[in-house]
């Protein structure tokens, strides 16, 4: 199970693209992270609000009790600071609410951020990849049946450059033609190290 070529300018090119990937990647992760805290910074202020009405309502219980102690007056006393009470928890509630659309909202955009990034550059780079494996493992097994050399010089002939097979400094088409051991030596090479073997 080859993943990478040998030891050739392919293989450079395949690690460095790699290499690419994984820190596109990690940059994308760190850049979503932050769009998560930005966005999660927008519900501080309504936190503070949050928790200094909730504790003008503490203070109000407070206060509620303290004068519902007085004799006679107590319940009617009481009353108003119930009644402001309950509509300060109102205020908390709604607050508590929009805390957590914020924080919600912040996870959502710290993770698009990263996943459509990483979805193009994966969409761009795994298939290239996978193309190369399969290429690379049917070009071995083809070499372990003993008949790939034909066969790989054959599809040189298909899929090289022309400038390169002229390199090759033999008469290619009449040495496929004449079944040339040398020339479909060549030529199969030159396939082989397309596959990266």
């Known amino acids: 199970m080859s993943f990478y070529a040998r030891r050739s300018p392919r293989l450079a090119r395949q690690i460095a693209a790699d290499v690419f990937v994984a820190c596109w990647l990690v940059a994308w992760f760190v ?4 769009a998560d805290g930005v966005v999660r910074a927008i519900a501080d202020p309504v936190r503070g609000i949050a928790g200094s009405v909730a504790d003008v309502r503490r203070d109000l219980d407070g206060a509620a009790d303290q004068v519902g102690g007085v004799p006679g007056l107590g319940d009617m006393l009481r009353a108003p600071f119930e009644a402001a009470s309950g509509n300060l928890g109102g205020v908390v509630d709604a ?5 957590r659309a914020v ?8 993770v ?3 996943a459509v990034p990483a979805l193009i550059m994966i969409v761009w780079w795994l298939p290239g990849r996978l193309r190369f494996h399969a290429d690379n493992r049917a070009a071995r097994a083809m070499l372990r049946a003993g008949h790939g050399a034909d066969l790989l010089a054959l599809r040189a002939i298909a899929r090289q450059p022309l400038p390169r097979l002229a390199r090759t400094g033999v008469d290619f088409a009449e040495g496929w033609r004449t079944r040339d051991p040398e020339t479909i030596g060549r030529l199969a090479a030159l396939e082989l190290e397309r596959v990266g073997l």
């Open 103 to 110: 924080e919600q909202a912040a996870t959502l955009v710290g």
């Open 112 to 114: 698009l951020t990263f």
């Open 31 to 34: 850049i979503g992270r932050i």
């Open 95 to 99: 607050a508590e609410q929009q805390i």
